[in-house]
């Protein structure tokens, strides 16, 4: 029961972060590295990106 | 008949002469504004609203859709050869697509973007066609409460839920709102906020509003930002085709980004972004090639690719079932719709099926005519990028101005399309997002003319509106839409705070 409970919190912080990350990034600002991190983009890659 | 048989005939009319060209049009322009960084199949459908005006409104329409179909393939050019993403759904594919092509291998790269594009587009199409007939049957049971609950989740979702911030989301809105309420009564007849002004009595034009905001708004901010380095694009080198490996790499990607932006895309406001991000962060978690992350893996350039082109026929859902724009694209093709005295909902399918149905079938043929222009034509597409940028945006200046001119011959006119202009730029300036206040000019009259409807019937008593399970639902959702988000971001306040130095509200 946890273990279903800790992977549905994970899921919504994953789209959480997409949601957020994506945002940033439509206003061509870098999104934030919590963010980045739980989506598994690495930030310097993302950096070099001209949003 | 059933959604199949009524695909078959969508398919007779899509495929006359005059439609295959319209729909050709429109897929070549898509691409081509795809391919353009600044330029976004928003700006281009609203540059186009008056132009059409008297044109065949399938043909309009079909044309419409090829445009935001082909931006979605475009943006995936320039994100893989130059790094930077031509449309903002396409930001995640520079990140293992550009270091492919650095690594010599852009042309597998812009081959699995392109034929993902249209296996995603292709399944979501359908599903679009398989869906749509579900939720209208639905929506037939839809009253006046229903619609409005519906409406104020649209308002939440689009100008809220998911953007940078919750106050600039609701600002921008309201400012279309305002707008909304701008002309006659519909109920009394009375003038409203017309200010004695003959020329405001017929309210503001949502094409006027749509022009100036994106066309004019976006070319004075980019005049705005000066001028910038030269892009350095990578020459595509050896064959555009891809191995055997690429594609036994490339194929589960691909369904399962087509999976995650389908619905992501049907959802109020979700935006193709949010699905090519969650499909990077599952490629990478399902990968047998973790260690080639961030160094060019193919899944991380096939799976979001599917991801936003199955989120653009996810749009096309809510749009022509509720006549729910749930992007600023959305919202503009609503207005195209209303242009032509069309109004996308249930009722769009039993009394103008011919029109809708030629409209998704048309969605197949565009899809296979993008495969066709991207791949070999790839060399064409990049020279689009030596225009000069201030040439290009001169251009759209020029073309705003006519088209609004010629749909409506007067001074005043042109006068609101500079005034909204100057506010689009004022705005992006500040940080505040353009779409919420197209959907409220365009939604606000709708959503009180259901208000006051609800309210007649049940002779003044509010609580009408949380007594239907389904309006008490769609604003149990729309109340959540408001509140999650805020507690998310509330989670990373401590990190966003400092990184924006204050800039966030």
């Known amino acids: 029961m946890s273990q279903v409970f800790h992977a549905a919190l994970n899921l919504l912080m994953v789209f959480g972060a997409a949601v957020t990350a994506s945002a940033a990034a439509k206003a061509h600002r870098q999104p934030v590295t919590a963010d980045l991190r739980r989506l598994g983009v690495p930030q310097d890659a993302f950096a070099r990106i001209r949003l | 008949m059933g959604a199949f048989e009524f695909l078959i005939q969508g398919l007779g009319t899509a495929l006359q002469p005059a439609m295959l060209l319209y729909a050709l049009i429109g897929v070549t322009l898509g691409t081509a504004v795809g391919v353009l960084p600044g330029i976004g199949p928003a700006l281009t459908v609203a540059?186009?609203?008056?132009?059409?005006?008297?044109?065949?409104?399938?043909?309009?329409?079909?044309?419409?859709?090829?445009?935001?179909?082909?931006?979605?393939?475009?943006?995936?050019?320039?994100?893989?050869?130059?790094?930077?993403?031509?449309?903002?759904?396409?930001?995640?594919?520079?990140?293992?697509?550009?270091?492919?092509?650095?690594?010599?291998?852009?042309?597998?790269?812009?081959?699995?973007?392109?034929?993902?594009?249209?296996?995603?587009?292709?399944?979501?199409?359908?599903?679009?066609?398989?869906?749509?007939?579900?939720?209208?049957?639905?929506?037939?049971?839809?009253?006046?409460?229903?619609?409005f609950a519906l409406m104020v989740l649209a308002f939440v979702t689009v100008s809220s839920a998911f953007g940078d911030s919750t106050l600039r989301g609701l600002t921008s809105l309201f400012i279309g709102l305002g707008l909304a309420c701008v002309g006659i009564d519909q109920l009394t007849g009375q003038a409203r906020m017309a200010f004695g002004v003959p020329e405001l009595l017929d309210g503001v034009e949502v094409t006027t509003l749509a022009v100036a905001m994106f066309a004019v708004g976006e070319a004075l901010a980019i005049a705005g930002l000066g001028s910038r380095a030269a892009d350095e694009v990578i020459p595509v080198k050896g064959s555009v085709w891809m191995t055997a490996k690429d594609w036994s790499r490339s194929w589960k990607p691909w369904l399962r980004g087509t999976a995650i932006g389908f619905p992501i895309g049907a959802m109020p406001a979700g935006g193709a972004e949010i699905g090519t991000f969650l499909s990077y962060a599952t490629e990478k978690r399902l990968t047998k090639h973790p260690e080639e992350f961030g160094k060019g893996a193919i899944e991380g350039v096939a799976g979001p690719e599917a991801a936003n082109n199955a989120s653009a026929a996810g749009t096309l859902v809510p749009l022509l079932t509720l006549g729910l724009p749930t992007s600023a694209t959305a919202a503009i093709m609503l207005?195209?719709?209303?242009?032509?005295?069309?109004?996308?909902?249930?009722?769009?399918?039993?009394?103008?099926?011919?029109?809708?149905?030629?409209?998704?079938?048309?969605?197949?043929?565009?899809?296979?005519?993008?495969?066709?222009?991207?791949?070999?034509?790839?060399?064409?597409?990049?020279?689009?990028?030596?225009?000069?940028?201030?040439?290009?945006?001169?251009?759209?200046?020029?073309?705003?101005?006519?088209?609004t001119i010629g749909a409506n011959p007067s001074t005043f006119e042109l006068g609101m399309l500079l005034g909204f202009g100057l506010l689009g730029y004022v705005m992006r300036l500040f940080g505040y997002p353009i779409a919420p206040v197209v959907v409220g000019l365009i939604l606000g009259p709708m959503a009180e003319q259901q208000l006051r409807r609800a309210l007649s019937i049940s002779q003044g008593d509010w609580m009408t509106l949380v007594q239907s399970p389904i309006a008490a639902i769609l604003l149990g959702i729309a109340a959540l839409a408001f509140i999650v988000p805020l507690i998310l971001r509330q989670s990373g306040k401590g990190e966003v705070l400092s990184q924006l130095a204050g800039d966030e509200d």
């Open chain 2, 335 to 403: 207005a195209g719709f209303q242009q032509f005295g069309l109004q996308p909902g249930p009722l769009l399918f039993a009394t103008n099926p011919t029109l809708v149905w030629g409209l998704i079938a048309s969605l197949l043929i565009a899809n296979a005519m993008l495969l066709i222009l991207n791949l070999p034509l790839i060399g064409l597409w990049v020279r689009l990028l030596t225009i000069p940028r201030h040439w290009l945006y001169a251009g759209i200046l020029l073309f705003a101005t006519l088209g």
């Open chain 2, 47 to 147: 540059l186009l609203l008056p132009v059409t005006y008297h044109l065949d409104p399938a043909g309009s329409l079909i044309m419409f859709c090829g445009i935001y179909y082909g931006g979605m393939y475009g943006g995936s050019t320039t994100s893989i050869l130059l790094n930077t993403p031509g449309e903002s759904s396409s930001i995640i594919t520079a990140l293992e697509g550009n270091k492919m092509a650095r690594a010599g291998r852009g042309g597998p790269a812009l081959a699995t973007a392109a034929i993902g594009s249209f296996i995603a587009g292709l399944i979501a199409t359908l599903f679009l066609a398989f869906l749509a007939p579900w939720i209208v049957k639905a929506a037939l049971a839809f009253g006046p409460r229903e619609y």
